[in-house]
Structure formats: C-alpha cells, structure tokens
C-alpha cells in the first residue's frame, strides 16, 4: 500500500500514542473517565490529528444539483433523503477530510459521519435524553473507527456503533437514520431538484484520496485485533444492517437479494473512495440500496470486515450457504 506521507507520518506518531485514563486526562479536563464501557484501554489510540485536528463542520451550505461542477460522475457521496426535506448529497471527498457534518434536515439535527479507515458511513440523529448535541474528531481510534465527541459534555463515541463509551453520557446510544452512499451521478439523475454539500472554506486537496490503495491492504491502519472468520479478507466490503453482515461480492453478483426481511440492490457505477489518488477515478463497488418489505429505505451501512468482526463479534454472516 502506498501512503502520501502525511499520513505515513501520522502513522509513526500514532504507534507510541496508547490510550489510558491518566494519560488522556490533561488534554481531556471536562471528560469523566470514570464513566467508561472500555475495558482494555489499548484499544484506542492517537490516529495522528489532535482534538478538532480533523475539523468537523457545522450547518453547512448547499447549493442545486444543476450547479454543481466540481464532482464528477462516479465519485461517492452520502445521501439523505428525509420526508418533508429536499434530498441532500454529503460529497466523500469534502467528509474524507472533515469526517463529521453537523446538519439540520426537515427540522431534525444529524450527524452526517464518515470514518475512511472503516468505511464506515452513517447518519445519526443528534437528539438525546440530554439534549441536542454538536459532534466534533477527537484524534483517537479504536478498533481503527473514529472516536467522536459531543462538545456539550465531552463524552466519547465509538462511530461504528454510534455509542458512547467514555464520559458523562456513557451507554447512551444515537439513533441512526436511513442514509447511503451512492455515486454522485445517481444521486443527481434521481433527484435533478436535491441539494448538494458546497465545498468547505478550508485549505484541504479535495477530490483526493489521503490513502491511497487502502482498500487493497493487507491489515487495516492501527489495528490490532481479530481478523475475520470464513477466510474474508479484512478491507473487504459488508453491507451490515443491525447485527448481521452481508459480502458486497454477494450482492453485486445476483444484483438484488430479499433475506431475512430485507431487500438488497445492487447496481455498478460508484468508485471506491479509498482506491487510487483521485477519489472518482477509483475501483468499482456499486450502489447498494437496503429496504425493508415495505419498500421503505433502512438504516445500514457499508463497512469493511475487519470493523464488524471488532464490534460485532458474535454477529451473523450471511454468507450464503
């Protein structure tokens, strides 16, 4: 795998950063670390950035579909389409630098998220038992997945299950919302009227890709735990909807699958955010849609096998067979 060496750097300085209460607490005064669900604290790590070192982004601006120039067709984004708000697409290439979009739709506040080093991609409602809440970047990982944090009470959030884990509000749990990620072409030709993230007022390189050929690695960024069962290989990708996990490569190759109550489509056209430089220049993965028998649009997501098996590990592989 080849790493600009921004990255390459960061790893290096992440490898000596381990995680313990003692160590956290100076950078963290307003963080309780007595509250806390982690039993094995070298878990988590520095991923390199300090807190709000990745800048998490606030009610941001959008413009029309009809105006947008910059993406092209296969580039990913995460869409949201919500009753009673016009369709928004969240372009990778602006959330691969900022990771988390604090937002506002149809009079519901969500977190837009995604973490590069999972794949992982979900859209959360931001309201809890205390309070509505404003997520930035904390700088750690654990399992290789971000670790967000509120600004109100500075709890830690494990994003892949969208739980905290550290703090004042630890065991409290985020609603996820239906969203996915699709090409920005279908995402456009579907929806000629919707909205689409503008870019942010930061100085990044967006439209690339910080790891290059991470998908086609051996082992995840600082990771160190189980590799998953069945011979999968750790970066491939699973549809995982609750506690089970589907292989991309089954759906892609039957196109559509009903299991288990849920209905999954595939059709080609996206590139893989986390393949070559030019995030739309990427290696096809396909636009997966997961419905219920209704027809109506479910919250899942589109991981990478390593980050279920960490945090699911007695979850159910539908393999098939």
Known sequence: ??????????????STA????????????NTDFEQTS?????????????????????NPAFKPVSEEAKLTPREPVIVLEMEGATPRAYPIRYLTWHEIVNDEVGGIPVAVTFCPLCNSGITFDRRTDAGVLRFGVSGKLRNSDMIMYDRETESWWQQAIGEAIVGDLTGTALTSLPSWMESWDAFATRNPDGLVMEQPDFQRNY?????????????PFLYSGEMPPHDIPALARVVRVGDR????????D???????GITF?????????????????GQEVGNVR????????????????????????????????
């Open 1 to 14: 795998m080849r790493l600009i060496p921004t990255i390459a750097a960061i790893c290096t300085a992440a």
């Open 18 to 29: 381990f995680a313990s209460p003692e160590f956290w607490a100076f950078e963290w005064p």
């Open 38 to 58: 982690v039993d094995n604290w070298v878990e988590i790590l520095s991923g390199g950035p300090p807190k709000d070192g990745i800048p998490a982004l606030d």
């Open 207 to 219: 439209g690339a890709n910080p790891y290059v050929r991470y998908d086609s690695a051996n082992r």
């Open 245 to 252: 996990a589907w292989p991309l490569t089954r759906l892609s």
């Open 254 to 260: 039957v196109r559509e699958l009903t299991e288990a």
């Open 265 to 281: 489509s595939w059709t080609e056209g996206q590139a893989s955010a986390l393949d070559t430089e030019n995030i739309g220049a």
């Open 290 to 321: 997961v419905r219920d028998i209704n027809g109506t649009d479910i919250a899942h997501d589109v991981m990478f096998a390593f980050a279920f098996h960490a945090f699911w590990p007695d979850g159910e592989w539908m393999l098939g067979n």
